[in-house]
């Protein structure tokens, strides 16, 4: 029979990633990929219960994660998991059927996302390429919205992967002021144009109109107002801190500057 590994991604993820390993059960082996500056909670206890290796990838890069991933597993078939993630048995099923029986390198899988405890009618189900020959995976790219370079022919899986997504604000906040850091480090080392105070509200009614208008968000109720309204700051934030980035004097040049004149006149 194929081998196959599944990899899963986290840190500081102790209240969340118990569930991803019991789904990841039916799988040879299990890795488990620490992430950023590493867990300071129970998580890698945790894992040590569950998982065959723990590697510790901490580095601000997604596809450098992956990659560790990779060259840590043994299997024949790699599928990545994300702490939030779920393999239902259908899905679990409909995996060890196509790593068996298929000439693909790598399969997608709709992602069923709940966000707050909801699952948004006009949000898209995305597909992922998380299912992948080892042999054929060439590397994976990009600091934050990375992608699988496959050699060889991408089929679809039937069932779906759950995502259980955004379960409070709190949680919510947390990934996007991590994540809005890295973008706007993205768009700055791109020489994105000057961000100005037109700028900003162009945006963010851009991000309105997709969300609320052609992506119908707001007939989700209370959930996609809130969704459209979060993915509105999310994109302001990003933009922001490109601002921050690109000011000159800095902030905090400016900062020690009105500190050393009042300094100064208190000396005089």
């Known amino acids: 029979m194929t081998k196959l590994s599944v990899i899963i991604l986290g840190q500081n993820v102790e209240a969340e990633v118990v569930p ?12 488990y990929v620490d992430t950023f500056t590493g867990s300071t909670d129970k998580t890698l206890s945790l894992a040590r219960k569950f998982a065959h290796k723990i590697v510790k990838s901490e580095t601000y890069n997604f ?11 043994t299997g024949e078939w790699l599928l990545y998991l ?12 409909d995996i060890k059927s196509a790593i068996n029986h298929s000439d693909y390198a790598a399969y997608t899988i709709r992602r069923y996302e709940v966000f707050l405890g ?7 189900d995305p597909r992922v390429l998380r299912l992948m020959k080892k042999s054929s995976l060439k590397t994976w790219k990009g600091r934050l919205h990375e992608q699988p370079s496959i050699e060889g022919k991408i089929g679809e899986l039937r069932e779906q992967l759950i995502h259980l997504s955004h379960k409070n604000i709190d949680e919510k906040l947390a990934g996007t002021i991590k994540w809005s850091r890295l973008e706007a480090e993205m768009l700055f ?4 144009p000057p961000i100005k105070g037109w700028r900003l509200v162009r945006i963010m009614l851009t991000e309105f109109w997709d969300r609320a208008v052609k992506q119908r968000l707001l007939l989700d109720g209370t959930e996609g107002w809130i969704e459209v309204i979060y993915q509105m700051f999310s ?10 980035m690109q000011r000159k004097p800095t902030l905090k040049e400016t900062y020690e500057t009105i500190d050393k004149k009042i300094c100064q006149e208190v000396k005089e």
């Open 20 to 31: 991803a390993f019991i789904t990841s059960q039916f799988a040879d082996e299990i890795i």
């Open 63 to 73: 596809s450098t994660w992956r990659n560790d991933g990779a060259k840590a597993a």
């Open 82 to 93: 994300d702490s939030d993630e779920r393999i239902t048995p259908k899905l679990a099923i």
């Open 235 to 244: 994109r302001f934030l990003t933009y922001e801190r490109l601002w921050e």
């Open 118 to 124: 909801k699952h948004l009618n006009h949000w898209p």
């Open 189 to 192: 080392k791109a020489s994105h």
